[in-house]
């Protein structure tokens, strides 16, 4: 047996070699001239744009929150404001059908823990999320 570089060819049972596997086609890029693909989930920058600011989001809860303002940039606590959430509708409807409708129905409408929160910037009044009841 000779010694050479090259380890000789396989063959299979009934006497073939086996032959390299054929060359991989060109990619989407290289077929259509280094042009990407683009559907609705791909994010279009402007060339002069530069690379996107990625923000991460803060789970905003009852009171105010410390965080980076999405908008301004600025780091901020947030700004509250309580506004009557689903839960106060749904009891004050319940409340008028039992037959609370000479303003009783409207408690729900006063009470905290029925009231949604709704935090904003305070420098530029952005609206930054709501936790809700």
């Known amino acids: ?35 990407g693909p683009s559907s609705p989930y791909t994010p279009q920058y402007p060339p002069s744009a530069g690379p996107p600011i990625v923000t991460t989001v803060v789970p905003v809860g009852p009171h105010p929150t410390h965080m980076i303002c999405p908008s301004c940039h600025a780091e901020i606590d947030t700004e509250t404001q309580t506004k009557p959430g689903m839960i106060a509708y749904i009891a004050g409807s319940i409340i008028c059908l039992l037959g609370g409708f000479l303003g009783c129905c409207l408690i729900p409408c006063c009470i905290g823990s029925c009231m949604d929160v709704h935090h904003a910037c305070p420098n530029c009044s952005a609206d930054l999320g709501r936790y809700r009841r």
Not at 12 to 31: E, F, I, K, M, V
């Open 1 to 35: 047996m000779e010694k050479s570089g090259n380890p000789p060819p396989y063959a299979w049972n009934n006497g073939h070699t086996l032959q390299p596997p054929p060359a991989a086609p060109p990619s989407y890029s290289q077929a259509v001239g280094g042009v």
